[in-house]
């Protein structure tokens, strides 16, 4: 997948069906569309040190493996 890199900002942009996520050369953020009145209690996630998971209600949002390993204690989840 390639998507253009905007060198002015160092930011990456991809949008997807359930939102949109995009990285500088340090950090991802993903960002998902939720159903109004979606509560902290309704979301699922998963960070582990190469594999992200989350469900919203129940319904599976994303899942999968990731290019590299992370630092799970410095990932930061926000509804």
Avoid: N
Avoid at 31 to 49: F, M, Y
């Amino acid at each position: 997948m390639s998507a253009p890199f905007e060198e002015r900002s160092g930011v990456v942009p991809c949008g997807t069906p359930w939102g949109r996520w995009y990285q500088t050369l340090e950090e991802v953020f993903i960002e998902v569309q939720v159903p109004p009145g979606t509560r902290a209690k309704d979301v699922r996630c998963s960070l582990q040190s190469r594999h992200i998971a989350l469900s919203v209600r129940g319904r599976e949002v994303l899942q999968g493996k990731l290019f590299d390993s992370t630092v799970t204690d410095e990932g930061t989840w926000t509804l």
